[in-house]
T-cell receptor, first 117, second 114 residues
């Protein structure tokens, strides 16, 4: 039984560099969510996919952020031209939705901690 | 403006006693509520949930109470154990039509002392 996995667990990068994170959801889950968490805050929604379709983006997701889920399985989140304000924990979660009805319980991975210097 | 509020940043409880964590919300469209537990360097772990059509849900030592008129929910842990020490997040979903993304509070750090 494997849960949600994320890679890498930690990433240190210099301002202006591009970074890419990967998330592997629970295998039978068709919905995949990305959240960002900063110190002292709860997770904040960024975007989500149902299968391979990206269905919603938060206003937090600037043009420098792009997410893909090409085959409806794993997903990648790329940040271009990183800024110090991008330093945060990036969390991936998955859930199983039947038709248009969501399953509310989302299962989270361990997160990728990004530090931009 | 925060739609989900956890006004107590921290709570300290003696082992064996009851822990009560509180959460308030402002959006009347929320119809499903969840509690997550988070240990350092790990992702949040789903704990317990409640639909807005109920006022109580119980799972072992964990009970969630929902007061819709007051837009308030609470998580009771009885008896508290040192392993319960973690940050607890309250989350809400606006349900059908909302796409299912969760809106989280800032969390309450629970410390259970032996």
């Amino acid at each position: 039984d494997t849960g949600v996995s994320q890679d890498p667990r930690h990433k240190i990068t210099k301002r202006g560099q591009n970074v890419t994170f990967r998330c592997d959801p629970i295998s039978e889950h068709n919905r995949l969510y990305w959240y960002r968490q900063t110190l002292g805050q709860g997770p904040e929604f960024l975007t989500y996919f149902q299968n391979e379709a990206q269905l919603e983006k938060s206003r937090l997701l600037s043009d420098r952020f792009s997410a893909e889920r090409p085959k409806g399985s794993f997903s990648t989140l790329e940040i271009q031209r990183t800024e110090q304000g991008d330093s945060a924990m990036y969390l991936c979660a998955s859930s199983l939705a039947s038709g248009s009805l969501p399953t509310y319980e989302q299962y989270f991975g361990p997160g990728t901690r990004l530090t931009v210097t | 403006d925060q739609q989900v509020k956890q006004n107590s940043p921290s709570l300290s409880v003696q082992e064996g006693r009851i822990s009560i964590l509180n959460c308030d919300y402002t959006n009347s469209m929320f119809d499903y509520f969840l509690w997550y537990k988070k240990y350092p360097a790990e992702g949040p772990t789903f704990l317990i949930s409640i639909s807005s059509i109920k006022d109580k849900n119980e799972d072992g030592r964990f009970t969630v109470f929902l007061n819709k008129s007051a837009k308030h929910l609470s998580l009771h842990i009885v008896p508290s154990q040192p392993g319960d020490s973690a940050v607890y997040f309250c989350a809400a979903s606006a349900g059908i039509g909302s796409q299912g993304n969760l809106i989280f509070g800032k969390g309450t750090k629970l410390s259970v002392k032996p």
